[in-house]
């Protein structure tokens, strides 16, 4: 079966997103089974087979480590013998929340170590010729160049330090500057906690109250999970006169809304007021423009979709024209690049180890950097952004939405399937269906007090997803490794879990009449 072979171009991906979505419907529309036939039925595993046949990234699934059912299950990390049972992969959805190792990030951490024993503090500055990492000195440098196209950025607008959150304040350190008459910061309602605790925490520290002083988008109705990019532009256009700066996040982390980025920053900047973006779940997830959209500043973990290890260090990107420095205007002893929290690392690479007390700033992002980044913690990222490296963002966009297509699809395909034979919807997607507000990650609600059952069953199945109490289960099919055929084997057992679950039929047999108002423990300690 021939599934949109014909769009794809020369280098095996498709021209754009809107074509793989388009491959993905026209594959719908040739298909000749009753929408009667259930889920399971073994034309739908075919269709998937043949959907792996023709993807253009398959080969890059080889490049990580994924684990076993087996693996899920041990209780140490020494391997014994290994069945044929022992092997077989587990279903992996869960790359929103921690990616996948990739099978080089061993030998290049490895690689730091040794040059590390070898030459201690000389390996800051000398190369190895068979090393495949940089020298310490210059190994974030590296980083963010090879970051920079991910966020589509020059290299000189990205730096790679710190987490997160501290990048975060860092950020907002330098673009918060409140005044009597603009002093807001507009914000997601649910944003996530961390950067709710860091905007209140930063308007505290300018003695401001934040009763006062935020601002929050909030869903319109209380059944809605997800904001509109019309209700944010109204949102600005209101509080305009009194806002000093906006943060929000790229894609939302609990219903996987991708935000429209440049229009939002565009409203903004029309009315002067710097924007800031939380990437989190959008790096490595949805193409990102941040130069060409104008954006001030943005800032993103690396553990999710770059698969760059637990609390992996993160980065930030600073616009250009914020990251000039003016040493005439220096010399001068007149205001010559834009305030911040300085640190020695931030400095001019030139003078930096003459040990001077004047600060004169490394022009761009890397002006913002602070201490000397972990080289450590640098290798898992250099590793994943290799893999990225051998292919583009467009093409692993144009994966994902055919890969998310079909897990909509096919959930849409079991629940209209339950109803037609009488019984209950037990699920909805709150994530929005058009594929241009969404990344990779389907947010499917469950009826009350099914969580604790289907979660327990997933598990038991050898599915990793993720949920977020009370009834939420994210599931976010990585197109760097995720498969067609995992999806599918996936909404086999989805389906499974959830009419057990609403049976009384799960682990402890309660149905869902038991287990509506349950405590809330399990998989929530752990997530």
């Not at 014909?6 to 529309?29: I, N, V």
């Not at 739908?44 to 253009?56: F, G, H, R, V, Y």
């Not at 309602?189 to 520290?205: C, L, M």
Request: hydrophobic share 35%; net charge negative; glycine share 8%.
């Amino acid at each position: 079966m021939q599934v949109a072979s014909e769009l794809q171009d020369s280098h095996g991906t498709y021209s754009s997103p809107g074509q793989a979505s388009f491959a993905l419907e026209q594959h719908k529309r040739n298909k000749t089974q009753s929408s009667k036939e259930p889920v399971g039925k073994e034309y739908t595993k075919n269709e998937a087979l043949a959907l792996d046949a023709s993807d253009a990234l398959r080969h890059l699934r080889s490049e990580f480590i994924i684990p076993t059912k087996d693996d899920l299950r041990r209780r140490t990390l020494s391997y014994t013998e290994i069945t044929e049972a022992q092997e077989q992969p587990c279903i992996y959805l869960c790359g929103n929340s921690l990616g996948l190792q990739p099978r080089r990030t061993g030998d290049r951490v490895s690689t730091h170590l040794r040059a590390w024993a070898t030459k201690g503090v000389l390996g800051h500055f000398q190369a190895h010729e068979d090393s495949n990492v940089p020298p310490f000195v210059n190994i974030d440098e590296v980083a963010a160049e090879r970051m920079a196209p991910i966020v589509g950025a020059s290299a000189s607008e990205v730096a790679v330090m710190e987490t997160l959150s501290a990048n975060l304040h860092l950020m907002m350190a330098s673009f918060y500057r409140p005044t009597k008459e603009k002093y807001k910061i507009i914000l997601e309602g649910k944003a996530f906690p961390s950067d709710h605790y860091a905007v209140e925490s930063q308007i505290r520290n300018h003695g401001l109250d934040p009763e006062h002083a935020m601002v929050l988008i909030e869903p319109p109705t209380p059944t809605q999970a997800t904001v509109t990019t019309t209700q944010i532009l109204s949102t600005i256009d209101e509080n305009a006169s009194t806002t000093a700066l906006i943060l929000l996040p790229g894609v939302q982390y609990y219903t996987g809304q991708y935000f429209d980025i440049p229009t939002i920053t565009s409203r903004a900047h029309s009315y002067g007021i710097a924007i800031g973006w939380d990437l989190a779940h959008a790096v490595g997830n949805v193409e990102l423009h941040l130069h060409d959209w104008d954006v001030d500043f943005a800032v993103w973990c690396s553990y999710k979709y770059l698969n760059s290890g637990p609390g992996a260090i993160a980065g930030l990107f600073v616009h250009d024209r914020h990251g000039q420095v003016d040493r005439q205007a220096m010399d001068e002893g007149k205001d010559s690049f834009r305030p911040r929290l300085s640190g020695w690392w931030g400095g001019n690479k030139a003078t930096r180890f003459q040990m001077g007390n004047r600060f004169v700033p490394i022009p761009g992002a890397a002006g913002f950097q602070v201490g000397n980044p972990c080289a450590l913690a640098i290798c898992p990222l250099l590793a994943s952004l290799e893999i990225y490296g051998l292919t583009s963002m467009r093409a692993v966009r144009s994966k994902s939405i055919m890969l998310t297509s079909y897990l909509e699809e096919l959930l849409y395909r079991s629940s209209a399937q339950a109803l037609s034979n009488g019984q209950d919807e037990v699920y909805t997607i709150i994530t929005p269906p058009e594929t241009a507000g969404r990344g990779a990650q389907l947010s499917i609600r469950l009826k009350p007090g099914l969580l604790e059952g289907v979660m327990a069953e997933l598990e038991e199945q050898g599915v990793v997803v993720d949920e977020r109490r009370p009834d939420v289960i994210r599931v976010a099919p990585a197109p760097l490794y995720n498969t067609f055929s995992e999806v599918w084997s996936f909404v086999v057992i989805f389906e499974v879990a959830c009419r057990k679950a609403y049976n009384g039929q799960g682990h402890d047999g309660k149905g869902l009449g038991a287990l509506a108002g349950s405590e809330d423990k399990g998989w929530s300690q752990i997530k």
